[in-house]
């Protein structure tokens, strides 16, 4: 299946994705700057009791385009999801690289890393934005119930994970240098 960019185009400028969307929040950092805003547990992500009040989530975390990885069924379906959202992130960052120069304060190549391993922190369930045992962390779990090693052994979720990512962590970022 083909990965097409921008995959939730705006009505006013096809170019781009939507940056508001309540449903698929892969519109990239907001180009308003009063919306570029780093934001905690108490500001923003109160369904996180357990989350640390030092922990603050830069406005790029916030918009990172992981759209769909919450209904994955099985790991063929969660690589595709992954790559179509990080080719659009790879290109949000490309489109939108002056609001990231002057205003954001982060070099936009740093900016294709972070988000590079945000996606390895939401793959490998180590990242403080969810919740064990729900939504995308859950997905990813049944996504990869079926997952096996080329020996055939089981492997525990933690390790199913590891082995998906490795798979693909090459070819994840190669996507993301091309949607930039």
């Known amino acids: 299946q083909k990965l097409k960019v921008p995959f939730n185009p705006d009505e006013k400028n096809s170019k781009i994705n939507k940056e508001y969307d309540p449903e698929i929040n892969c519109g990239g950092i907001p180009s308003d700057t009063n919306d570029i805003k780093w934001v905690g547990q108490k500001d923003h992500y109160k369904w996180l009791p357990n989350l640390d009040k030092n922990i603050v989530v830069s406005p790029r975390r916030r918009k990172l385009c992981y759209y769909g990885l919450d ?23 490309g489109i939108k690289y002056n609001d990231y120069k002057n205003h954001y304060g982060v070099d936009p190549c740093r900016a294709l890393q972070y988000s590079f391993y945000d996606y390895k922190h939401i793959i490998m369930g180590t990242d403080h934005l969810e919740d064990d045992n729900s939504g995308t962390n859950k997905s990813i779990k049944v996504s990869l119930k079926n997952l096996k090693v080329s020996n055939g052994k089981e492997m525990d979720d933690k390790g199913k994970r590891k082995k998906f990512w490795d798979d693909n962590k090459d070819c994840l970022w190669r ?3 091309c949607g930039y």
């Open 71 to 93: 209904g994955s069924q099985n790991h063929h379906e969660l690589k595709y999801k992954l790559f179509r959202g990080a080719a659009n992130e790879g290109y949000n960052l």
């Open 175 to 177: 996507i993301m240098k």
